[in-house]
C-alpha cells in the first residue's frame, strides 16, 4: 500500500506547476542549498577547533547553547517548513486503511530538508569528536538525543502548525532568555547544559528523548487519525464576514480600487498575513549588524536593504500569484495592465515607507546607521521594487489563498526556494557599496547605492513600459499555470 | 457584433476547435450546446484572450480580441469559480467589479436591488465571504456580476449547472430580458438542451470543435437537437 503512496507522491512532485517551470531558478535553489550544506558542514568540522582556540571544552560549550539552538530550529520550522499535504480527501473512500495513510502523510515528513540539514552539522561535529578522542559509545548515545530532538521538534511543529502566531511566543521566549541571560538575570543554560552533558556523560539519559519521540509519534498519530473525518481535522474554517468599503481610498480612483482589493487580501488570508509579521521581523534584522564590530563593514548596505525591504521581499515577491485564484477575472476586467502593475509598486513603496519610518529606532545607533537604512529604501523603492514585479512575470506558482484548511491545511505562506531568489536583489547594491568602499569612504558607496536607486525612480517609466510588455507576453502560459491547483 | 475567421486552436497536434465562419449579429440570443470536450469553453476563453488561438482571430465589435483590450470595456463573462475573488464578501465583490467598470455604489446597489428575487436572500448581508458560499450561490453572484455596467456582450458558460430548479427558472427570465434588450448580445453555453432553446434564439451545436448544427430556433428545434445528441 505504501508503494501506491509512493508512487502518487513522485507524481504530485513530477507534475506540479513549479517543477520543470524554470530550470535556472532550479539550479540557483541547487546551487544556494549546496552552498548551506558545505556551510553547515564546515561549521560542523570548524566550531570544534575554533572552540578549542577560544579555549572552551567544545562538547560543554555545543551542550550549553543547544537550548537555543532546538528553540530556534522550532521557531524557524513554525515560520517555514510547510507539512507535506498529502490529498487525503480522495484517498478516504478507497481501500486504504486510517493508520496507513496517517503513518505516511506523517512518514513524509521524516525526510524534510529540516531535519537532514542538521546532520549535516552534527555528523562532522561527532565524527571529529570521536577521532579527538572522545568515547565512542558516549558520542553515539549523544548524537541519538540529538536526531531525537530534532524529530521531536519535527513532531512539535505539526502539531502546532494549526495555532496561528505561535511562533511569536517562542520568540519571545527565546528573546526574553537571552535577555535574561545577557544581563546574568536568569541564566537557563545552567539547568539545561547538565541534561545535555548527561546525554554524553551517563549511559541512560538518553533513553528520554528517544521514549519522548516515540510518545510524541504515537500522539500526533493518534491526533490525526481521530481528526480524520471531513468535518474535523479535514473542515474548512469559516470565518465571520464583515463588508468593509474603505471609502478613504476612493479618491485615488482605480488605484483606490486595487489598494481596497489588496487590504483586504492581506487582512483575510492567513498566507498573506504572514507577510506582515515578517515585515515586522525584518524591521530587526538590522541589529544583527549594527553595533556588530565583527561583521564587515560592507554588510551594513545588507541590513540597510532588508529593513525597510522586509515587505517588498516576501509579498512582492509573488505579485501576480497572491491574484491567482482570480486571475482569469483580472484578465477579463476593463483593467489595464498598467495601472495593475502601478497599484501594486504603489502597495509595495508606501510598505516600504512605513517601514522606513518605523525604522526610525535605529538612530539610537547613530544617524549614519539610520542613513545607510534610508540609502537601502531608496534603493528598494528605485530598484528593487521594479525587480520584484518583473520577477513575477516568471513566478507561476499559483497561491491558494483560501486553504484553510484543518489539520493537513498547508498554509505557509512562503517557501525556502522563493527565500533563496530575493539574494540576487541584495547583490547589486552590495556591489555598488564595497566599491564605494574600496574606491573612497562610506559616504561614496551610499551615495552610489541610493544613486542607482534614483535612477531607477527616474526611469520608472520605461521600466513599466518593459514589466507591461513582460506580462503581457506572459499572459496566456501564466493563465494556464494558475489553473494547476497545488 | 461577434465574427470569427478561420479560428482553430490546437494543443500539440489535436484540434480542439476548428470554426471557419461564424457570425453572431448584435442583439442576437446564442446558445452553444455540446458534449464534454466539445470545445464551448475553449471558444469562451479565445473569445475573452484567455488562451492564444492557433489560426485566425476573433473580432468582438469589430475589436481583434487578441490583439487590442478595449473590447474589455463592453463585455461581462462568467466562465467559472476562478472569475470570483474569495476573501471578499459579495457585496464588496459587486463593487470591486462595479469600480473596474466605472459604476459608483448607488449603480451597483440599484442592480442589486433589482436581482434581489434572484439571490433568494442567501447572498446579500449574509457575513460569509465568497470562498465559503454553496457552488450554486457562488454562481448566482458570478452571473449576476457580469451584468454590472450594462455590457452590451454578456458571456456565461454553463449557467444553469449547480442551480437548484427555482434559480434555473429565474435565471431563465433574467436572461430572456436581456436578449430583449437589442443593444445586448447574450452568448450561452450548456448541456442543457431545453433550457438553451428556452432562451436562445440561435443555437449552435458543436462536436469535436467543428460546428455541427447551426439553428433559429423554433417549435421543432428542441426536437431535432435531442435527436441529433440521441446515439
Not at chain 1, 510588455?469 to 494556464?480: A, D, G
Amino acid at each position: 500500500m505504501i508503494k501506491k503512496f509512493i508512487y502518487l507522491e513522485w507524481k504530485a512532485f513530477t507534475r506540479s506547476a513549479s517543477f520543470g517551470a524554470n530550470l535556472a531558478m532550479k539550479i540557483l535553489v541547487g546551487f544556494l542549498m549546496i552552498y548551506f550544506s558545505l556551510i553547515f558542514i564546515g561549521g560542523g568540522i570548524g566550531v570544534f577547533y575554533i572552540l578549542k582556540k577560544m579555549n572552551l571544552e567544545p562538547l560543554q560549550t555545543v551542550n550549553r547553547f543547544l537550548i537555543y539552538y532546538f528553540l530556534f530550529d522550532l521557531v524557524i520550522r513554525l515560520l517555514v517548513q510547510a507539512i507535506p499535504v498529502l490529498n487525503i480527501k480522495p484517498l478516504l473512500i478507497l481501500p486504504f486503511k486510517k493508520p496507513t495513510i496517517v503513518h505516511f502523510s506523517l512518514g513524509k515528513t521524516v525526510l524534510s530538508f529540516f531535519n537532514w540539514i542538521h546532520a549535516l552539522f552534527f555528523v562532522p561535529f561527532s565524527i571529529v569528536l570521536v577521532l579527538e578522542g572522545y568515547s565512542i559509545t558516549g558520542i553515539i548515545l549523544w548524537h541519538l538525543a540529538i536526531i531525537s530532538l530534532v524529530y521531536i521538534n519535527n513532531f512539535v511543529n505539526i502539531i502546532l502548525s494549526n495555532i496561528d502566531k505561535l511562533f511569536v511566543v517562542f520568540i519571545g521566549l527565546i528573546l526574553a532568555l537571552a535577555g535574561a541571560q545577557y544581563y546574568k538575570l536568569f541564566d537557563i543554560t545552567i539547568f539545561t547544559a547538565p541534561f545535555f552533558n548527561g546525554l554524553y556523560q551517563s549511559k541512560w539519559l538518553f533513553l528520554i528523548p528517544i521514549v519522548f519521540l516515540i510518545g510524541l509519534y504515537l500522539f500526533t498519530f493518534q491526533y490525526f487519525k481521530n481528526n480524520l473525518y471531513l468535518d474535523a481535522g479535514l473542515s474548512k474554517k469559516e470565518d465571520v464576514a464583515a463588508t468593509e468599503n474603505l471609502s478613504w481610498l476612493n479618491q485615488f480612483g482605480t488605484l483606490g480600487t486595487f489598494l481596497k482589493n489588496d487590504i483586504k487580501l492581506i487582512k483575510r488570508n492567513k498566507r498573506s498575513k504572514t507577510t506582515i509579521f515578517m515585515s515586522v521581523i525584518f524591521l530587526f534584522y538590522g541589529l544583527i549588524f549594527f553595533g556588530n564590530s565583527h561583521q564587515p563593514a560592507v554588510m551594513h548596505i545588507f541590513a540597510g536593504i532588508f529593513v525597510s525591504g522586509g515587505f517588498l521581499f516576501v509579498f512582492g515577491q509573488f505579485v501576480p500569484s497572491w491574484d491567482s485564484s482570480y486571475y482569469q477575472l483580472m484578465m477579463t476586467q476593463n483593467i489595464p495592465y498598467r495601472g495593475y502593475i502601478t497599484s501594486k509598486w504603489w502597495l509595495v513603496v508606501i510598505a516600504t515607507f512605513v517601514s522606513t519610518i518605523i525604522a526610525s529606532f535605529y538612530l539610537f545607533y547613530g544617524w549614519e546607521v539610520y542613513l545607510t537604512i534610508v540609502v537601502g529604501a531608496i534603493y528598494n523603492i528605485g530598484v528593487n521594487s521594479h525587480l520584484v514585479l518583473l520577477g513575477g512575470a516568471f513566478t507561476k506558482t499559483p497561491i491558494d489563498l483560501s486553504s484553510s484548511s484543518g489539520a493537513f491545511g498547508d498554509k505557509k505562506a512562503f517557501n525556502v526556494s522563493a527565500m533563496l531568489l530575493t539574494l540576487p536583489k541584495l547583490l547589486l547594491p552590495l556591489g555598488l557599496y564595497g566599491l564605494g568602499l574600496y574606491l573612497g569612504d562610506k559616504t561614496l558607496g551610499l551615495l552610489l547605492v541610493s544613486g542607482a536607486g534614483v535612477l531607477g525612480f527616474v526611469l520608472r517609466n520605461k521600466v513599466f513600459s518593459l514589466i507591461e510588455k513582460r506580462y503581457k507576453i506572459e499572459k496566456y502560459s501564466t493563465i494556464s499555470a494558475y489553473k494547476q491547483k497545488n | 457584433m461577434i465574427q470569427v475567421n478561420q479560428l482553430s486552436k490546437k494543443y500539440n497536434d489535436t484540434t480542439v476547435l476548428n470554426i471557419s465562419n461564424l457570425e453572431i449579429p448584435k442583439g442576437q440570443s446564442f446558445g452553444l450546446v455540446g458534449n464534454n470536450g466539445a470545445g464551448k469553453t475553449t471558444f469562451f476563453s479565445l473569445l475573452l484572450d484567455l488562451i492564444q488561438p492557433s489560426t485566425g482571430n476573433i473580432k468582438n465589435n469589430d475589436i481583434q480580441v487578441n490583439t487590442s483590450e478595449n473590447w474589455k470595456s463592453f463585455t461581462g463573462s462568467f466562465l467559472d469559480e476562478s472569475f470570483l475573488i474569495g476573501y471578499l464578501t459579495p457585496e464588496e465583490y459587486f463593487y470591486f467589479v462595479g469600480d473596474l467598470r466605472h459604476q459608483n455604489k448607488a449603480d451597483i446597489d440599484a442592480l442589486l436591488a433589482q436581482h434581489a428575487e434572484f439571490f433568494n436572500g442567501e447572498i446579500l448581508n449574509n457575513k460569509k465571504y465568497l470562498r465559503d458560499l454553496s457552488k450554486g450561490n457562488q454562481k448566482k453572484v458570478g452571473i449576476i456580476a457580469t451584468l454590472i455596467g450594462n455590457p452590451e456582450v454578456v458571456i456565461l458558460d454553463e449557467p444553469f449547472a449547480n442551480l437548484d430548479p427555482t434559480t434555473v427558472s429565474r435565471l431563465k427570465k433574467i436572461i430572456k430580458e436581456l436578449a430583449e434588450n437589442p443593444n445586448v448580445t447574450v452568448l450561452v453555453s450548456s448541456h442543457d438542451l431545453q433550457h438553451t432553446v428556452e432562451v436562445c434564439d440561435r443555437i449552435v451545436a458543436l462536436n469535436k470543435g467543428e460546428i455541427v448544427k447551426d439553428i433559429v430556433t423554433s417549435k421543432e428545434t428542441l426536437q431535432e437537437l435531442e435527436l441529433f445528441f440521441a446515439v
